[in-house]
């Protein structure tokens, strides 16, 4: 079974501060994707990776940057967090070609005060 | 990218069937329909996926008709657990250039 763990899963932190969320995967996907979700707006694409090193915006990526040294790893990176930023964060991979089976981990419920 | 409209929110009962009706008016040929399951405090988990005519698997069937442009998520004899926000999801799987788009989801609530 495909697994995508995210380190943290409640995290609380201040306003102006960096703030690193990291997600792995264990089944080799080229495709990594991170989303939030706020009630009553579904899930909103922020960042999405097609492989190693590669990077680009979604949908809300303002606020937002990423990093994808490794294939496995994609980490989500709040440069200064605010208080709009508090929200439930999701990693999701797939593998190309392989439908639209799509992979989520359990999320990161993020709160900046 | 093909958009989807569904209901907000729906309600049933259990031991009933429940019907999630998607709209995707500009449906592209190589695109296919996939729904996904969200329970609270989790990340959304796939449940079916399908071209056209019918899919059944164990959780649910998904029916589609000829011309593709709405399809139907039909979920038999719902549970209390079947409380969920479910997702359709449309889009070309050709290569790794397709870009999940969720929606807000419709929210089904199953009373006892």
């Known amino acids: 079974d495909v697994k995508v763990t995210q380190s943290s899963r409640y995290l609380v932190k201040r306003t102006g501060e960096k703030v690193f969320l990291e997600c792995v995967q264990d089944m080799d996907h080229e495709n990594m994707f991170w989303y939030r979700q706020d009630p009553g707006l579904g899930l909103r694409l922020i960042y999405f990776?097609?492989?190693?090193?590669?990077?680009e915006k979604g949908d809300i990526p303002e606020g937002y940057s990423v990093s994808r040294e490794k294939k496995e790893r994609f980490s989500l990176i709040l440069e200064s967090a605010s208080t709009n930023q508090t929200s439930m964060y999701l990693c999701?991979?797939?593998?190309?070609?392989?439908?639209?089976?799509?992979?989520f981990g359990e999320g990161s419920w993020l709160t900046v005060v | 990218l093909a958009k989807t409209t569904q209901p907000i929110s729906m309600d049933s009962y259990e031991g009933q069937e429940v019907n999630i009706t998607c709209s995707h008016n500009?449906?592209?040929?190589?695109?296919?329909i996939t729904w996904y399951q969200q329970f609270p405090s989790q990340g959304p988990r796939f449940i079916i996926q399908?071209?056209?005519t019918k899919v059944t698997n164990e959780v649910a069937s998904l029916f589609i008709p000829a011309d593709r442009k709405s399809s139907t998520l039909s979920l038999p004899r719902v549970s209390l657990s079947d409380t969920a926000v479910y997702y359709c999801?449309?889009?070309?799987?050709?290569?790794?250039?397709?870009?999940?788009?969720f929606g807000r989801g419709t929210s089904l609530i199953v009373h006892p």
């Open positions: 999801l449309v889009g070309d799987l050709t290569g790794g250039s397709y870009i999940p788009t």
């Open positions: 999701a991979s797939r593998l190309p070609d392989s439908g639209n089976t799509i992979y």
């Open positions: 399908g071209y056209k």
């Open positions: 990776s097609y492989d190693v090193k590669m990077k």
């Open positions: 500009n449906i592209a040929t190589n695109d296919y």
